[in-house]
T-cell receptor, first 124, second 111 residues
Framework: GAVVSQHPSWVICKSGTSVKIECRSL??????MFWYRQFPKQSLMLMAT?????????EQGVEKDKFLINHASLTLSTLTVTSAHPEDSSFYIC????????????????????FGDGTRLSIL | AQSVTQLDSHVSVSEGTPVLLRCNYS??????LFWYVQHPNKGLQLLLK??????LVKGINGFEAEFKKSETSFHLTKPSAHMSDAAEYFC?????????FGKGTSLLVTP
């Protein structure tokens, strides 16, 4: 079953609206979660790394004030697209990786990321 | 820096025939490599991962991949394609905290 839940799966709203997307790790704690954006027929583009209890780390070219990230607990990160415009329409996907303590002899960096089912955002 | 190149943007096979999706990697040290599958309007599902243990990695749904250091390749294979295998496939290398994605290969399975 799904280990990362993302909600909502679809959003259609008017230009100027702010939209919040939630990403939850269901059966493990994740101090780090990741937010990706995917354009049609393209690969995933990392937008930011969400860090529990601290500020997110944004990739170059991603507007911090446009894409607000909050990681208030070990199982929840949220992405808020503020004052969304049609060019923000896209498929947004979050992911999370299990923290140390679950791995045995494997290192943290070898652990796969678990992805949510994505959010299709359409701004009219 | 770690990167991957997926050599085919589209692959078409007939149902019941073998599948080969090609991926080459570039890494300055022993990489962690993954294959993910994405069905339309869905997130990514992990098929398999290589983390310096066995070079032949078996994954879910009958997929497997072989890590070949001499060829810097990590090709994904399946002996017999099923219609439900039609999807987008991503070869991915771990670069510390982040993942570096290939551009994806769209697999079409025809009856």
């Amino acid at each position: 079953g799904a280990v990362v839940s993302q909600h909502p799966s679809w959003v259609i709203c008017k230009s100027g609206t702010s939209v919040k997307i939630e990403c939850r790790s269901l059966d493990f704690q994740a101090t780090t979660m990741f937010w990706y954006r995917q354009f049609p027929k393209q690969s995933l583009m990392l937008m930011a790394t969400s860090n529990e209890g601290s500020k997110a780390t944004y990739e170059q070219g991603v507007e911090k004030d446009k894409f607000l990230i909050n990681h208030a607990s070990l199982t929840l990160s949220t992405l808020t697209v503020t004052s969304a415009h049609p060019e923000d329409s896209s498929f947004y996907i979050c992911s999370a990786r299990r923290e140390a303590g679950y791995f045995g002899t494997e290192s943290f960096f070898n652990q796969p990321q678990h992805f949510g089912d994505g959010t299709r955002l359409s701004i009219l | 820096a770690q990167s991957v190149t997926q050599l085919d943007s589209h692959v078409s096979v007939s149902e019941g025939t073998p599948v080969l999706l090609r991926c080459n990697y570039s890494s300055s040290y022993s990489p962690s490599l993954f294959w993910y599958v994405q069905h339309p309007n869905k997130g990514l599902q992990l098929l398999l991962k290589y983390t310096s243990a066995a070079t032949l990695v078996k994954g879910i749904n009958g997929f497997e991949a072989e890590f070949k250091k001499s060829e810097t390749s990590f090709h994904l294979t399946k002996p017999s394609a099923h219609m439900s295998d039609a999807a987008e496939y991503f070869c991915v290398v771990s670069s510390g905290y982040a993942l570096n994605f290939g551009k994806g290969t769209s697999l079409l399975v025809t009856p």
